[in-house]
């Protein structure tokens, strides 16, 4: 098998904007900002002022609402995108499929966990399809047949540099989780995914949520929570390639969010969220610290939210969207999340302002700013033209 060269493990969150948060339990919360370059390192710590304004904005991306999938994209700020999701009849076409979408420096790539149907002789399994969006020509395109990735129902979908990883997910019909993960070179997309043996986890993971970080070794791929594995936490070391099992989470979860966060200048991992046990929506928060690999309390959230998103956005952690209530949404039992919460000192505030639909299962993307404005030159254009 081919072997990726962990050199070209060009992580793109190394050369933007990094927010990170300070925060006093007991009182307000400062910020910081580092701007991390090839050559040069330059911190900037400023308390109870504004941060300045990114280079980089968040986009929120699929998902599904009140009226099916959601094709609207919106920045995590509240402002509408004139960037429509993946093609809407590809999301409808066999049902209810699972979107993420990444950015790898040059364009959107979105992949489907596939979808499975039950037939007279048994279930049948279809695997994923994938679209990229081109930022030079404005629109997405299917990457075609031999492109897609298996069947992997709860699986999560992870970049590093320019390579992508399916993590883990399930199948239908046994129920059973998935140890396996499949890489996606988009350099070479026409070599479609592939399964590499060497990053197989030591056990099956779906319903899980994974995220990049520098750890102690290196480039790190952390791995928390998931359907019968709630408290389990596991990290893959790129450099020394194999897995390791961290502390457990000290509040069991799935279908939860999580994202890297630097807390007072130390890197960690923020879990939020999700299903734990009989809850179906947990109000639970908690945070990994990397260095000395203790999970740490956090305030819980005025609302129960799964299927959400964690993020740091202008040096706020903020917590948008998800599902509250039961199984399924708008119809007495769920209901799709609009809100978003801030945390400011010891507590989560819900924010005034709100997504402008309530989503779940959608992607936080953070992509340059002057791609949003290049995008909206382009169709002003294509109006007059």
Not at 343 to 364: P, Q, T
Request: some cysteine.
């Amino acid at each position: 098998e081919e072997e990726e060269n962990i050199e070209d493990f060009e992580d793109l969150d190394s050369i933007a904007v990094d927010s990170s948060v300070i925060i006093n339990l007991s009182g307000d919360t400062s910020t910081t900002t580092t701007t991390t370059t090839t050559s040069t390192t330059s911190t900037t710590t400023t308390t109870a002022s504004p941060p300045p304004r990114s280079v980089y904005v968040t986009l929120l991306i699929g998902g599904y609402g009140p009226s099916g999938a959601v094709t609207s994209v919106e920045t995590l700020g509240g402002q509408r995108v004139d960037l429509r999701s993946p093609p809407s009849a590809a999301i409808y076409a066999f049902g209810r499929q699972v979107y993420q979408t990444v950015y790898t420096g040059r364009s959107l790539y979105s992949c489907s966990t596939g979808y499975a149907l039950l037939s007279p002789y048994g279930w049948i399994y279809r695997p994923g399809q994938c679209f990229y969006y081109s930022f030079l020509l404005g629109s997405w395109r299917q990457l075609g047949n031999l492109l897609h990735q298996s069947y992997r129902l709860g699986s999560s979908l992870t970049r590093v540099g320019r390579y992508l990883f399916s993590v883990g997910g399930r199948r239908e019909r046994s129920g059973r989780s998935l140890r396996s993960v499949e890489v996606l070179d988009t350099s070479k997309p026409r070599k479609g995914w592939r399964k590499d043996r060497k990053l197989n986890l030591p056990v099956g993971v779906s319903e899980h949520c994974s995220v990049i970080v520098k750890g102690l070794t290196g480039r790190e791929l952390v791995v928390t929570g998931g359907e019968g594995r709630e408290r389990r936490v596991l990290k893959y070391s790129f450099s020394l390639r194999r897995w390791y099992s961290l502390n457990e989470m000290k509040y069991g979860r799935r279908q939860h969010a999580c994202s890297k966060v630097t807390l007072n200048g130390r890197p960690g991992v923020i879990v939020s969220g999700g299903i734990h046990g009989e809850e179906m929506n947990s109000t639970s928060v908690e945070w990994l610290d990397l260095q000395s690999g203790q999970w740490i309390s956090f305030p819980s959230f005025n609302q129960g939210r799964r299927n959400h998103a964690i993020a740091v956005e202008a040096g706020r952690l903020i917590a948008v969207g998800g599902m509250d209530g039961g199984a399924d949404g708008e119809d007495g039992r769920g209901k799709y999340l609009r809100s978003k919460e801030v945390l400011k000192g010891s507590r989560w505030e819900l924010m005034s302002e709100e997504l402008d639909e309530g989503r779940e299962g959608f992607s936080l993307v953070r992509i340059p700013r002057s791609l949003i404005h290049k995008s909206r030159r382009r169709n002003q254009r294509k109006k007059t033209s």
